[in-house]
């Protein structure tokens, strides 16, 4: 993906495949949007490895995906599925391109730690990506220094104990319907090799419920911030 097709918006998702940052924050974006923020995505592969759909179905779902939850652009790194490499320089160097692009002010990016290889390096290479996007000196030819000021990290196949759980129960039924985009991912007729044996909706759902009960909710979506949490306004963290 080359940075001429992303725009400036105020958040930047990153997923290792077509449907991850789905699962894990459409809840949190479409929050965001219908806050007025500006939103995008970058998946790092198109997913042609997966048990269940072609490349071409699964770049159809992203994009019915994205138009759903009101994308300013999404991009694909065409980064081999199942191959991802968090030191991958060229891989690195198109993320900090895309991030002087489109100089978001919220990253969210996949958690290390997962059972996935492809998730555990995106996470590295995210990271990396979001260090040197805001050194003057790497790179200058891909565009003026930016690096966004808060990088959440959310979970994949494994769940953390999260540093904060954003309330999406407001927005559970949309966002169900964004993750029902994927339906090559849904209802399969074997499910031994899925994980805890569910479909990607249901996933969600049983992820959601959980981290809103720890919060006292009905739907939460998990995010884990690497080091203390900065906060200048406790009014904010109170509705004040």
């Not at 953390?160 to 339906?183: G, I, N, S």
């Not at 739907?219 to 203390?228: I, Q, S, T, W």
Request: net charge neutral.
């Amino acid at each position: 993906m080359k940075p001429d097709g992303v725009v400036p918006c105020d958040v930047l998702a990153i997923g290792p495949h077509p449907d991850d940052v789905e699962i894990a924050v459409a809840g949190a974006l479409l929050r965001l949007r219908d806050a007025g923020k500006r939103i995008g995505i970058v998946d790092c592969t198109r997913g042609e490895k997966g048990s269940r759909g072609t490349a071409a179905e699964r770049a159809a779902e992203a994009t019915a995906a994205a138009q759903l939850l009101g994308c300013a652009f999404r991009g694909n790194l065409s980064l081999p599925d199942g191959g991802v490499r968090a030191d991958d320089d060229d891989a690195c160097d198109a993320l900090v391109a895309i991030l002087r692009a489109s100089r978001p002010a919220l990253l969210f990016a996949p958690l290390a730690d997962d059972v996935h290889p492809d998730h555990v390096a995106a996470a590295g290479l995210v990271g990396r990506a979001w260090f040197l996007a805001g050194l003057k000196n790497h790179q200058p030819q891909l565009g003026a220094p930016h690096r966004p000021r808060l990088l959440l990290r959310y979970p994949g196949n494994r769940q953390p104990v999260p540093t904060l759980v954003v309330d999406v129960t407001a927005v559970a039924d949309r966002k169900a319907a964004v993750v029902r985009c994927y339906r090559s991912q849904t209802n399969p007729p074997e499910r031994a090799h899925l994980v805890l044996g569910l479909d990607v909706v249901e996933r969600a759902e049983v992820r959601d419920r959980f981290h809103g009960a720890s919060i006292g909710v009905a739907r939460g979506e998990a995010l884990v911030h690497d080091g203390p949490l900065p906060v200048a306004d406790l009014l904010g963290l109170i509705g004040g």
